[in-house]
T-cell receptor, first 116, second 115 residues
């Protein structure tokens, strides 16, 4: 079935360094790729997303890249700050053939720790 | 995402009991979803609904049931048939599920613990 693999599962960086999280998806029909940030005990919140007709998108210190041929996409956070510490989830849309619409398949998450 | 509410925030259940988790949204979204989150794992889809009076099983529907009698509400019942129900449950909604680019917004979650 559909699958999204996410790496690494944990990531520790020093404040000011960059962080990169990578995801690989299996369904070649996937065409929407959101990233969510979840702080401890809180709801996941969308931080950035990318559509399949775009190779890269940037929003201040956050950027996402997509390689449809290789079926992988990545989240890049530059100039990390302690408040970036959280669990980050990637997801890929997947068509529900019988239903005629789409659902999201989530990666297992990356726990990012930014140390002052 | 402030337009999605879940209650209660914490719920304790004895083995053999059914419990119902509430999810309400005032975003006028057509689609609603229930996910289960376990430590170290991603979100797994339990049920989803794209319109009132219609819902479909997700990847882990066994031991759960839902209803969608109103557009704003999508309650989840965790039945006694669910073998390991202790988890964090998240409800989400999106405008129209047909469009793959519609963002899902999450509620604050309910943490269910079986005693």
């Amino acid at each position: 079935g559909e699958n999204v693999e996410q790496h690494p599962s944990t990531l520790s960086v020093q404040e000011g360094d960059s962080a990169v999280i990578k995801c690989t998806y299996s369904d070649s029909a996937s065409n929407y790729f959101p990233w969510y940030k979840q702080e401890l005990g809180k709801r996941p919140q969308l931080i950035i997303d990318i559509r399949s007709n775009v190779g890269e998108k940037k929003d201040q210190r956050i950027a996402v890249t997509l390689n449809k041929t290789a079926k992988h996409f990545s989240l890049h956070i530059t100039e990390t700050q302690p408040e970036d510490s959280a669990v980050y989830f990637c997801a890929a849309s997947s068509p529900v053939v019988s239903g005629g619409y789409n659902k999201l398949i989530f990666g297992a998450g990356t726990r990012l720790a930014v140390h002052p | 995402d402030g337009g999605i509410t879940q209650s209660p925030k914490y719920l304790f259940r004895k083995e053999g009991q059914n419990v119902t988790l509430s999810c309400e949204q005032n975003l006028n979204h057509d689609a609603m979803y229930w996910y289960r989150q376990d430590p170290g794992q991603g979100l797994r889809l339990i049920y989803y609904s794209q319109i009132v009076n219609d819902f479909q099983k997700g990847d882990i529907a066994e031991g759960y049931s839902v209803s969608r009698e109103k557009k704003e509400s999508f309650p989840l019942t965790v039945t006694s048939a669910q073998k390991n129900p202790t988890a964090f449950y998240l409800c989400a909604s999106s405008m129209i599920p047909v469009r793959p680019t519609d963002t899902q917004y999450f509620g604050p979650g309910t943490r269910l613990t079986v005693l």
